[in-house]
């Protein structure tokens, strides 16, 4: 096995390489840039918003069921980032998290111990050489009932913090760059709900660069106003897209 190389040392998830790296943990990282998608989320003052790019991929399929948007609990919700098999069996698994600790304690569950739930076991996954990490970066957004609304992210190797903006997928080092720039003009403590939503919208456009229509992003929202997860219409992402327009 040759020296500074992954030649052997990717074989097995639980092998340090001399340079103390996990290649696998380092693929997974790569396969959720492997789709060609980017996500936003951020969070205001009284709302939080996620905005991802949506790619269907053959002309046959059914648009209404391509979604990258996911349904945690009544209030909570996810846009997954990556390998989407991936993303729909951490979905099923933190649905039943939620729904278990709904069950035990009569409150809907915090975003904070969710996140950890979900970041704990993928970060099980980087530990044992009959498992693999998921290859999928998750963003959780929520109403939390005491601290109000909450965004977190989870990635393939098990740590999960809290953010007023961040980004997942291909461009995701661009948008966190465009976001770092614009929250210094805008707080996002000071963002109103429709602000915060085209804010993201807004942060997407810039980094991919592009124009879009409704059809091509999907947009979730959880707000005081209305504390259910929430995914947008196009009639509604339509409205924001042509706001932003005007603006410019």
Do not use: L, N, Y
């Given at each position: 096995m040759s020296r500074g190389s992954s030649s052997g040392y990717d074989r097995h998830i639980t092998v340090f390489s001399p340079e103390g790296r996990l290649y696998q943990v380092e693929y997974a990282?790569?396969?959720?840039?492997?789709?060609?998608?980017?996500?936003?989320?951020?969070?205001g003052k009284d709302s939080v918003c996620a905005v991802t790019q949506k790619k269907v991929p053959d002309k046959l399929i059914d648009p209404t069921s391509v979604s990258h948007m996911f349904r945690l609990s009544e209030n909570h919700g996810c846009v997954s980032t990556g390998v989407i098999t991936d993303a729909k069996a951490q979905v099923q698994r933190s649905r039943k998290e939620a729904a278990e600790f709904k069950f035990d304690y009569a409150y809907e569950v915090p975003v904070d111990y969710l996140a950890k739930r979900i970041a704990d076991r993928n970060q099980v996954y980087t530990q044992h050489a009959y498992m693999r990490p998921l290859g999928v970066a998750m963003m959780l957004i929520g109403m939390d009932e005491e601290r109000g609304p909450q965004l977190f992210k989870c990635d393939p190797a098990g740590y999960f913090i809290g953010y007023h903006a961040c980004a997942a997928g291909q461009k995701d080092q661009e948008a966190v760059n465009y976001l770092e720039k614009k929250l210094k003009d805008a707080p996002t403590s000071e963002l109103s709900e429709a602000d915060t939503i085209q804010m993201a919208i807004a942060s997407l456009q810039a980094v991919i660069a592009t124009d879009f229509k409704a059809r091509d992003i999907e947009v979730a929202v959880v707000s005081a106003k209305r504390p259910k997860f929430t995914v947008l219409s196009d009639e509604d992402?339509?409205?924001h897209l042509t706001v932003l327009s005007e603006k410019d």
């Open positions: 990282f790569k396969a959720v840039k492997a789709p060609g998608i980017t996500s936003i989320a951020v969070r992402v339509e409205t």
